[in-house]
């Protein structure tokens, strides 16, 4: 199941392939280190693929594990928000603001609490992808169709139960807008917190290769960071394709 | 015969001081076990309302509501509801069969398995065998409707509420479902209120039909209508009884609608 038919698939390679060859040419007749042509970084992979893997294999990690704290966090918080009204009134302008925050702007708070560790970049993460999280969690709790409180009142659900059965699923084709904003937020800010709170990580490593002008290394870790990102991008599409079978109204019995 | 629900002067406005809208102007009436009664009134003279407040779904301004002698105050035990929104009171992503089981959620004493075989059991008697493992989304309204009705049969409720249950479906569907809800009703015994706008359906339906009369809406009259309990969508609606009953509420309809104040704006 891919989301593009095979021709539109092909068809959408033909303007990265001209890009690439634009630069080869550019590279070439500018001849030199500081701008380096797809040639010189296919090198620079080659060679520094088994260090740059290891390095993202952190980068990764530290994202995972933001965005599960962010989820776990405020996806039953954005529910919960949805039912209580009033308090949910009282907190939007709080999230509105924090929305407006860019998340390296909290990395010094961060860093007060958390020191400079795992600890303080997994912070920074979850406070980045929570935020559409809880936006859009939010958002679809507090829009829910009254009917649904209708019927999980005639069924007599207590109130915990009709946010799990009810509220949850209902609210899940928004929240999965939320989670695809999320896990781009993370690896995005997961990179640059590694750049802030210097360790290890593809950020580190990126920042040391462009401190050294190394720009063919940089570009073959972006490179990466970038593969990465179109890989998890698909898998989360896959994965929301297959939990929300149902808002998409794909017929499951004659499309296997 | 034992009265399972009675309402007693309910009453209730929407707003309040100068925009309050009064719909309900102090309705009482009782059903008894086994009854299938139906209450008929025009388009928004408050019929949605009143079945929610005998659900306990929704709270009268004033007047009481009891089921089998306790107060309602919140959606009791043994009153299960079919809505007029069938398609939004299913769930998407729950096929039938979960649709159907959810609707035993809180029904106690049941293993999930049985909750399953008892769903399995209600879809068959709507006549939905094969599409337990399809979706809402992919049957027809009538269809969905016969889902919402399978849900409110399996919780083995004492009082089925239906409120305008086939407003939304073509007219032979209307016929095969009504004939279908009567047959359930007495397959299972079930006491049933039916909320209609649908005169002939009103009477087609029912032991008894309340009639309502306009806004401020109020009970005009009840009629018994002593046709059996098996209907026939020919004889019945050529019976005499049938007609003249047809008559007697369709007049009480008219005189209301010409005799009643301009509503309170
Ligand atoms: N929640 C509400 N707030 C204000 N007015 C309402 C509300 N619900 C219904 N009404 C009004 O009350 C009247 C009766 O509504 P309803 O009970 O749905 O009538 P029916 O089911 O007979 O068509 C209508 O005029 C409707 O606009
Ligand atoms: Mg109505």
Not at chain 1, 92 to 110: G, K, R, S
Request: charged fraction near 20%; include cysteine; glycine fraction near 8%.
């Amino acid at each position: 199941m891919s989301i593009l038919p095979d021709r539109q698939r092909y068809s959408a390679l033909v303007l990265p392939v001209v890009l690439l060859l634009v630069w080869q040419v550019l590279a070439w007749r500018a001849s030199t280190p500081l701008f380096p042509g797809p040639g010189q970084v296919a090198i620079s992979i080659w060679r520094l693929y088994p260090q740059i893997v290891g390095q993202i294999g952190y980068t990764l990690m530290r994202a995972a594990a933001g965005f599960l704290v962010a989820a776990v966090v405020m996806i039953p918080l954005g529910i919960l928000l949805g039912r209580l009204k009033t308090v949910g009134s009282v907190l939007e302008p709080i999230l509105d603001m924090m929305a407006t925050l860019p998340p390296p702007a909290v990395v010094p708070i961060v860093m007060l609490f958390a020191g400079t560790g795992d600890a303080a970049k997994i912070a920074v993460i979850a406070y980045a992808a929570g935020i559409p999280l809880i936006m859009n969690t939010y958002e679809a709790s507090k829009t829910l169709h009254p009917m649904a409180t209708l019927v999980a009142r005639s069924l007599r659900l207590r109130r915990l139960e009709t946010m799990v059965f009810i509220d949850l699923p209902a609210s899940l084709p928004m929240i999965a807008t939320g989670v695809r904003l999320a896990v781009a937020s993370a690896l995005l800010v997961s990179v640059t917190a590694e750049m802030l709170l210097a360790t290890n990580g593809i950020g580190v490593f990126l920042q040391r290769q462009q401190e050294n002008f190394q720009i063919a290394n940089g570009l073959a870790a972006i490179a990466f960071i970038s593969m990465i990102g179109l890989i998890v991008n698909d898998l989360v599409q896959r994965l929301e394709r297959r939990l929300l079978f149902w808002h998409y109204r794909l017929d499951l019995h004659n499309e296997r | 015969m034992d009265v399972v629900l009675e309402a007693r002067q309910l009453a209730k406005a929407y707003g309040v001081g100068r925009d309050a809208l009064q719909v309900l102007g102090g309705i009482s009436f009782s059903v008894g076990k086994g009854e299938f009664v139906s209450i008929v009134g025009p388009s928004g003279c408050g019929k949605t309302t009143l079945l929610f407040a005998l659900a306990g779904l929704q709270k009268a301004s004033t007047g009481t509501v009891t089921f089998n002698g306790r107060p309602v105050t919140a959606p009791p035990r043994g009153v299960a509801v079919v809505f007029q929104d069938y398609s939004r009171s299913l769930f998407p992503w729950k096929s039938n069969r979960d649709n159907v089981a959810f609707g035993m959620v809180r029904v106690e004493g049941l293993s999930s398995v049985q909750k399953r075989d008892k769903a399995q059991e209600m879809l068959e008697a709507v006549g939905l065998q094969g599409f337990e493992d399809k979706y809402p989304w992919q049957l027809s309204g009538g269809m969905q409707q016969r889902v919402a009705i399978a849900r409110g049969l399996a919780s083995q409720s004492e009082l089925l509420l239906l409120d305008e249950p086939l407003a939304a479906v073509d007219a032979q569907t209307r016929a095969d479902m009504q004939d279908l809800l009567l047959d359930l009703a007495m397959r299972f015994k079930q006491t049933c209120i039916l909320v209609t706008h649908d005169v002939e359906e009103a009477v087609y339906m029912a032991d008894r039909v309340v009639v309502l009369t306009r806004r401020p809406t109020v009970v005009d009259h009840e009629i018994a209508i002593n046709l059996g309990k098996q209907r026939d969508q020919i004889t019945t609606r050529e019976d005499h009884r049938f007609l003249a009953a047809r008559h007697d509420v369709m007049m009480s309809i008219r005189s209301s609608r010409t005799a009643a104040p301009a509503t309170a704006a």
